[in-house]
């Protein structure tokens, strides 16, 4: 198992609010209940799921961005939650986060060359006479001109600046890298250029990421290995090959059927879900899916589905597969 | 990938474009704001006239000339002697450099006391903030003015030598000014803080100091700037307060309060205006500038104002 790079056994994130004088908790939102996964070396793990699924959480929990409610998060076999100060500085430089929104990340008072170098001379990595030349650098393989180093983000469209946060984290040669939904905020052509500079970078550097993404189709053509999320659990987990060919759980089977075909002739069957993701405050009983599950009985009510391996590496949580 | 770097070789044969800092782009939107241009050069003025003028005058402060006693404004004495004789331009040049020194070092001092204890506080939150946040509340629930007057009958009766007194007005003033301050700035913090450019500093593993004076604090200088601005006026206005009232700068020492309580009778207010009038225009047009100068650099440094 040398080659496990990140593993996640039973990870929550409850988030709690205190309501009224008294400070009386309120009933937890139970962003991420119990997530179990692990990451190789020189993996593309793809997080797919509706917005509030708990994607964002996981990515942001397994950096150690956020505390923990329970579970283990482990990097190279290390509890991240259990670093001293210092030990979290070295994974820092190791791990890494791209944002989804590239405008709120990145600091309106700060050069892009600055940006890009600071945390690399904070580090040790480069001195501070040869950051210039190290900056400069890592702007060129992320696909930025030389005379942007001096100019600051507002100056920037939303995918150059895209590139400048992926530059950021890239600069510090990390390992493995979480994409939180690195190109939602971008237009289709721009999208495409940032997912084929991913896949050049990753190919290049022997990078793992984590690719949280809402959109399919993007993850389809980056990742590996997917798991599909729905309100804080992962239902199904699989290879690229056999989540596509042969998808189990009925929420994987909507999401497939729900990706457009460029082909307007093509026919097929269209699973559509009703109603709306129900509130993680106040989930289901049993199986959480249930509520919207075109093939639900009273069992799925009753009891929560185990997730297990159904066949070799393709897990899922469903009683009737 | 090709024909990108194709469109970087094109872009790199072009001149370079080396974009102005965002102090020279915040000067350039300044600059079309007449009122703020006027006063700022305004401003200019009066510290030349404060801190150069005395250079130029023939006569020595202090020095009293009883051949020379109420005299108006006349050819010699432009703006006219005082009841010991004493040359009131000259005087008023001094006593501006005592007032805008005053001024602009209290302003610093609660600047940096304000800003540092805000940002501690809205960075490190719990006790810190709450110790901090209280005394802040305590100090800010007690009006400004008395506050001023029984520190400075507390100095008098203390007797503290008229050239000390200055430098613990300074304080004083910084003292009642920095509660404000520290608010503004730790709310600002807290905003920022939420931020994903400071998850992003949090995740490149930076250290807090960095994230505090690289990353947090220049963000709220906009702000500051405008506030440390308005700031330098409120200080005169207290000092010039006090000054009148002889709680603040005694005399011999000028400032422009203690110069207009010399015309603190009937008889010097009805039949010598030149005695209060000078002293009372400059702090009128100081303040004023003072005001419309922050107004403009709000708009200035406000994106959302840009036109």
């Known amino acids: ?321 | 990938m090709e024909t990108q770097s194709l469109l970087v070789k094109q872009q790199n044969s072009k001149t370079i474009v080396k974009s102005p800092s965002l102090w020279k782009q915040t000067y350039l939107r300044l600059k079309k704001n007449k009122m703020a241009m006027v006063s700022l050069f305004f401003l200019m003025f009066m510290f030349l006239l404060s801190f150069i003028g005395p250079y130029f005058s023939p006569y020595i402060l202090d020095r009293t000339d009883v051949a020379n006693m109420n005299q108006p404004p006349s050819a010699s004495h432009w703006l006219g002697t005082d009841n010991y004789g004493r040359d009131i331009l000259t005087r008023l040049m001094m006593a501006g450099q005592i007032s805008l020194t005053i001024g602009i070092a209290a302003m610093f001092l609660s600047i940096l006391i304000g800003s540092l204890l805000g940002a501690i506080s809205g960075f490190y939150r719990g006790i810190v903030d709450l110790v901090i946040m209280r005394l802040a509340d305590i100090l800010m629930s007690i009006p400004g003015l008395p506050l001023l007057l029984m520190m400075g009958a507390i100095l008098s009766e203390w007797k503290v030598p008229a050239e000390y007194r200055l430098y613990l007005i300074m304080i004083m003033l910084s003292f009642v000014g920095w509660p404000g301050l520290a608010r503004l700035v730790r709310g600002q913090i807290l905003s920022l803080k939420e931020q994903p450019f400071m998850q992003a500093t949090e995740v490149l593993g930076l250290s807090d100091r960095r994230k505090i004076f690289h990353h947090l604090i220049p963000n709220t200088v906009p702000i500051l700037l405008v506030v440390a601005t308005l700031n330098v006026a409120g200080s005169i206005l207290s000092e010039s307060a006090l000054s009148y009232l002889g709680l603040g700068v005694v005399p011999p020492t000028p400032s422009w309060g203690n110069m207009m309580d010399a015309a603190n009778n009937f008889m010097d207010f009805r039949k010598r205006p030149w005695l209060w009038i000078p002293p009372g225009t400059a702090i009128f047009l100081t303040v004023v500038s003072i005001n419309l100068l922050g107004d403009g650099l709000r708009d200035a440094l406000d994106p959302k104002l840009r036109r």
Do not use: W
């Open chain 1, 1 to 321: 198992m040398s080659d496990t790079l990140i593993e996640v056994s039973n990870l929550k994130k409850y988030y709690t609010s205190s309501k009224g004088l008294f400070k009386k908790l309120s009933d937890p939102v139970k962003a991420v209940d119990g997530v179990s996964f692990t990451i190789k070396k020189g993996e593309v793990f793809g997080l797919v799921g509706e917005s509030g699924s708990g994607k964002s959480t996981i990515g942001k929990t397994i950096l150690r961005i956020q505390d923990k409610t329970g579970g283990e998060v482990k990097y190279k076999g290390q509890d991240i939650f259990n670093l001293s100060k210092k030990e979290l500085r070295h994974l820092r430089v190791q791990t890494q986060l791209v944002f989804q929104d590239p405008f709120s990340s990145l600091n309106p008072r700060i050069r892009v060359g600055d940006a890009i170098g600071e945390a690399v001379v904070e580090h040790g990595i480069v001195s501070k006479q040869e950051v210039r030349a190290h900056v400069l650098e890592v702007m060129e393989k992320c696909g930025l001109s030389p005379f942007h180093i001096d100019r600051y983000p507002h100056e920037f469209s939303g995918g150059q600046r895209q590139r400048i946060v992926i530059a950021r984290a890239m600069a510090l040669n990390p390992e493995f890298i979480v994409m939180d939904e690195p190109v939602a905020s971008l237009d289709v052509s721009i999208q495409a250029q940032i997912i084929n500079l991913f896949s050049d970078l990753q190919r290049e550097n022997g990078l793992s990421y984590l690719f949280i993404s809402h959109d399919i189709s993007v993850v389809e053509h980056l990742c590996t290995k997917i798991a599909i999320m729905y309100l804080g659990n992962i239902v199904e987990l699989a290879s690229k090959e056999d989540l596509f060919n042969q998808p189990l759980h009925p929420y994987t089977k909507a999401l497939l059927s729900a990706v457009p075909i460029p082909d307007p002739t093509a026919k097929r069957e269209r699973i559509l879900l009703k109603g709306d993701i129900p509130s993680p405050i106040n989930p289901p009983s049993g199986c959480k899916f249930r509520s919207r599950c075109p093939s639900a009985t009273n069992l799925c009510s009753e009891k929560i589905p185990e997730y297990r391996e159904v066949n070799k590496d393709h897990f899922v949580a469903c009683h009737y597969v």
